[in-house]
């Protein structure tokens, strides 16, 4: 699928496997990280930090207004700025699996109770 040209947003994945007794300090550390990046870098629109049922995988996801953005704060990961690969040894995440996505659809609710739906293309 050729990425389209006009994008309401960009999202990247970032899902890690730890033990589950160390996903509570994988959260915290991610929360605070991904405060950072909000603060430092413009074009943030939303993020949120999943964990699974059991406890062995950490789902942390950033939603930007383009791509450009996105990829502006995740070299600041590369350039060691937000010490993700330190966080990564910290909490000795076996794996970790990154993906990046361009939203095509999204629905959302409003405060109002009205359903909302953003279409590109």
Known sequence: MQPVEKNCSFTQLIEFHVEPHRHRALVSALSAQTERLAQAYGG???ASIQVSDDGSRVLNYLQWQSREAGE???RSFERGEEDFWQLIRAHQAR???FGSYQVLHSLERSRDNALHCNLVG
Do not use: I, Q
Request: no cysteine.
């Open 95 to 97: 794996t970790v699996t």
């Open 72 to 74: 502006a704060a995740f």
């Open 44 to 46: 943030f629109l939303s």
